[in-house]
Structure formats: C-alpha cells, structure tokens
C-alpha cells in the first residue's frame, strides 16, 4: 500500500509521544520486526501505529487509582517545592513565547558541567535529541549501532528512518560488550552508549567509556559516539563519571541528560545534550523552535539549583534500593548490579506473564524485553511501595511455586 505524504508526516508528528523512556514506546517493531531487516515504509507506518496503542493501553493500566507504579523508571516523590514555586510565580509568563529562559538555563547547565553555553543544546526532554541525533548522524550508509537490551527508542527510529540497525546482546552480567560494540562500530554513523544502561542498570567506569571512545575513534573517525547518562545522579560506583567533558572537546561525542530522573520531571519533559559547538548545531536543525515550554524552563533551573533536594533523592533511592536487592539476594533470585533507580533481575520465569500478575493485584512492573525473557526491570519506589511490591513478588514468585512444588495450590 502506497504511504501519502500525509501519512508519512502524522507518524513523524506522533514520534514524541512515544519517546520518554521507561514507556519504551516501539515494543512493537522490536518484538516484531526483525533487527536486519529494514520494513518498508508502509509497514512502518502500521507498526508505529500499533506500538503507540499498545504503549497507551499499558499506561491506562498502570495509572489505574491505587496502582504502585515501578514500572517506567519515574522519580516517585516528583520535584521538589522549588519547583513548584518557580511554577507559580512564572505562570502569567505563560503566554509568551520563551526567550531569556532558554538562555538562563543553558547557561545554568554550562557552568554546571564547566563548559560555554555553545556546548549545549536543549530538547523536549532527552528523547527529541535521540531523534535529532539519528537524524544528524544515521543515513542508509552509515548505520546504529547499540545494545540488546537497551533504550529502544533511538535504535528503532533510525530504522524508521532506513538506517542498517545493529544491536549487540550485553553480557553475562548484563553490562554492555564494549568490545562487540566496537567491532560492530566500524563504518557506522551512530554509536549509543547508554550508562548505566537502561534496563539493565550496569554501569561501566569512566575510565573503560574513555577507552571505548577512544577505540572507535581510531577505527572508524566518523562515527559519533551518544553517552546517555540519563541515570548519572544515582549512581554509586566511585569508578563511575561523566564523559561531557569529553564531550565538549571531541567532535566524536554527544552526552545526553534528562530531568525526568533524578529532578523528578518526567511529566514537563526536559533534557539536553553536550558536544562541540558545531556538532550540537548539527543536531539543532533537527529540532524543534521554543522545544521546551517557558514553565518548564524555570523548573528545570530550579530543580538544578536545589542541590539539596536532590541529594534527598538520592539518599531515599540508596535506601529503597538496599531494601530491594536484600529482598531478592535473600529470596535467591539473581540481579544486575542495578546501579541506578533500578534494577533487573532474572525472575526464572515468563516476565511477560509476571508483569501481567503483578499489574492485575495492583503493582506495575517493567514490562519484558524480548532479550532478556525471563527478567524483569523494577524501578525503586518509595519504601512504602516497595514493602508492598516485594510482599506480591514472595508471593507470586517464592510461596506459589513452593506450594506448588509439595502438591498444594498456590494463590
């Protein structure tokens, strides 16, 4: 069937809708599509259109009143009161285009990561610049490359867009094969890096991203490596580190940042993105004009500068997360090192069939990844929630299959 231009344009305008991470939007064309074939464009099309119904009726069920919702990776508590009062006293500015705020902002995250502003671009959160970079640096020669699992997102919009897609399975311990990686880089357009990995949560230093970089840098001069560092705030490993410096001198490297983790924004969507200033300005034609609305400019400024509240964040998530791998380590389930607001653990059974479980008794789980069968990513609510949750999964998947094993039904 011949796709209009109409068509064609009302899917690339439906694309943000399906890009905020943890809603990994394109389950469908990665449960569906095969990873070395290119669809055609109409079966694009019905694929984006199937993933975006699928992705919605999974959302209804988990924002049903009551739910515990650990499943897309959310910062629970939300932003703090600094950004609320930012939101309230600039809502009569609402009816102006932005203009000085984007400026404030980018100016706020440069000397934040010791750069000049012309070393940052902004995005309507972090996925509109996945996009961008897609855009910017994929073409039918010179492909993605990217891991099995990570953030669909930007792998399977570059296959949207007729680029060759190569995933390349993580490990035993579910870190990143930087070196497959690296040998599957040579000649591509794109390389993403995203650390911690989502939804593995393992974490690789700075030291071996450094290395990584430096790999395809010899190997393949034109590829462009995307450090997502989406996770950064949460993580505890002293080896671990940001590459934006990196990033700000090498015109082979992009990092990328979100407010929808750590600072709580998932919902007014802001992120950003570090590089030289001539390869973010490639990336900026892709983009949208005033991208990032004049509310959450100010939120994002005040959710930067209140470090306090974020170190709160920070030290409630270390605590959940402590609580929640001893409940797993105790029950003898295996995990990633889940170094972030999650973790990924191998629950020896269908995670299909467990997030169903868990969805219908009132707990939203992260839903399954067609690399990793058997495990489920659950994100680190609050510790009310997480007292919640880990009771049904004793029951679903400790008590029920005991009692089932000595002949009695389980519930």
Same mark, same amino acid.
């Given at each position: 069937? =011949? $796709?209009?231009?109409?068509?064609?344009?009302? %899917? /690339?305008g &439906?694309l943000?809708?399906i890009? #905020?991470?943890?809603?990994?939007a394109?389950?469908?064309l990665s449960s569906?599509?095969?990873?070395?074939?290119?669809p055609?464009?109409?079966?694009?099309?019905?694929?984006?259109?199937?993933?975006?119904?699928?992705r919605?009726?999974d959302?209804?069920?988990?924002?049903?009143?009551?739910m515990?919702?650990?499943?897309?990776?959310e910062?629970?508590?939300?932003?703090?009161?600094?950004?609320?009062?930012?939101?309230?006293?600039?809502l009569?500015?609402?009816n102006?285009? =932005? $203009?000085?705020?984007?400026?404030d902002?980018? %100016? /706020?995250? &440069?000397?934040k990561?010791?750069? #000049?502003?012309?070393?940052?671009?902004l995005?309507?959160?972090s996925?509109?610049?996945?996009?961008?970079?897609?855009?910017?640096?994929?073409?039918?020669d010179?492909?993605?490359v990217?891991?099995?699992?990570t953030?669909?997102?930007?792998?399977?919009?570059?296959?949207?867009?007729?680029?060759?897609?190569?995933?390349v399975?993580?490990?035993r311990?579910?870190?990143?094969?930087?070196?497959?990686m690296?040998?599957a880089?040579?000649?591509?357009?794109?390389?993403?890096?995203?650390?911690?990995?989502?939804?593995?949560a393992?974490?690789?230093?700075?030291?071996?991203?450094?290395?990584?970089?430096?790999?395809i840098?010899r190997?393949?001069?034109?590829t462009?490596?995307?450090?997502?560092?989406?996770?950064?705030?949460?993580?505890?490993?002293?080896a671990?580190?940001?590459?934006?410096?990196?990033?700000?001198?090498?015109?082979?490297?992009?990092?990328?940042r979100?407010?929808?983790?750590v600072?709580?924004?998932a919902?007014l969507?802001?992120?950003?993105?570090?590089?030289r200033?001539?390869?973010?300005?490639?990336m900026?034609?892709?983009?949208?004009?005033?991208?990032?609305?004049?509310?959450?400019?100010?939120a994002?400024q005040?959710?930067?500068?209140?470090t306090?509240n974020?170190a709160?964040?920070v030290?409630?998530?270390l605590?959940?997360?402590?609580?929640?791998?001893?409940?797993?380590?105790?029950?003898?389930?295996s995990?990633?090192?889940?170094?972030?607001?999650?973790?990924?653990?191998?629950?020896?059974?269908?995670?299909?069939?467990?997030?169903?479980?868990?969805?219908?008794?009132g707990v939203a789980?992260?839903r399954?990844?067609?690399?990793?069968?058997?495990h489920a990513?659950?994100?680190?609510?609050?510790?009310p929630?997480?007292?919640?949750?880990?009771a049904?999964?004793?029951?679903?998947?400790v008590?029920?299959?005991?009692?089932?094993?000595?002949?009695?039904?389980?519930?």
């Amino acid at each position: 069937m =011949p $796709v209009t231009r109409r068509e064609f344009v009302a %899917a /690339l305008g &439906a694309l943000p809708l399906i890009s #905020a991470r943890g809603r990994e939007a394109f389950e469908a064309l990665s449960s569906r599509a095969p990873h070395d074939v290119i669809p055609s464009a109409a079966r694009n099309l019905q694929l984006l259109s199937q993933g975006i119904a699928d992705r919605k009726a999974d959302r209804r069920m988990a924002a049903q009143p009551g739910m515990v919702r650990i499943d897309s990776n959310e910062n629970p508590l939300g932003p703090g009161a600094r950004v609320y009062a930012a939101i309230r006293r600039h809502l009569d500015e609402s009816n102006r285009y =932005p $203009v000085l705020a984007e400026d404030d902002l980018i %100016a /706020l995250i &440069a000397r934040k990561h010791s750069v #000049a502003p012309e070393n940052v671009i902004l995005g309507c959160g972090s996925g509109e610049l996945l996009r961008a970079a897609d855009h910017a640096f994929t073409s039918k020669d010179a492909g993605y490359v990217g891991a099995a699992p990570t953030f669909e997102a930007p792998g399977e919009f570059a296959r949207f867009l007729g680029a060759p897609v190569t995933l390349v399975p993580v490990d035993r311990s579910l870190g990143l094969d930087l070196d497959a990686m690296g040998a599957a880089a040579r000649g591509a357009g794109l390389v993403y890096l995203c650390n911690p990995n989502n939804p593995t949560a393992s974490v690789h230093s700075r030291a071996d991203v450094v290395s990584f970089i430096e790999a395809i840098n010899r190997a393949s001069p034109s590829t462009v490596v995307l450090v997502d560092e989406a996770y950064f705030e949460y993580v505890s490993s002293p080896a671990y580190g940001s590459v934006a410096d990196v990033a700000a001198t090498n015109p082979r490297v992009v990092v990328l940042r979100t407010f929808s983790k750590v600072y709580g924004m998932a919902g007014l969507r802001a992120g950003y993105a570090v590089g030289r200033p001539e390869v973010v300005a490639k990336m900026k034609s892709w983009t949208l004009g005033s991208n990032v609305t004049q509310l959450t400019l100010v939120a994002a400024q005040a959710a930067l500068e209140d470090t306090a509240n974020t170190a709160a964040e920070v030290r409630r998530n270390l605590a959940v997360k402590a609580f929640t791998k001893k409940f797993f380590a105790d029950a003898g389930f295996s995990m990633s090192a889940g170094d972030a607001n999650f973790v990924m653990v191998d629950i020896r059974r269908d995670a299909a069939a467990f997030k169903s479980q868990c969805v219908r008794r009132g707990v939203a789980v992260g839903r399954a990844f067609p690399a990793l069968p058997t495990h489920a990513r659950i994100t680190y609510g609050t510790m009310p929630e997480m007292k919640k949750a880990t009771a049904l999964f004793r029951e679903l998947l400790v008590d029920a299959p005991r009692a089932a094993g000595t002949g009695r039904t389980g519930p």
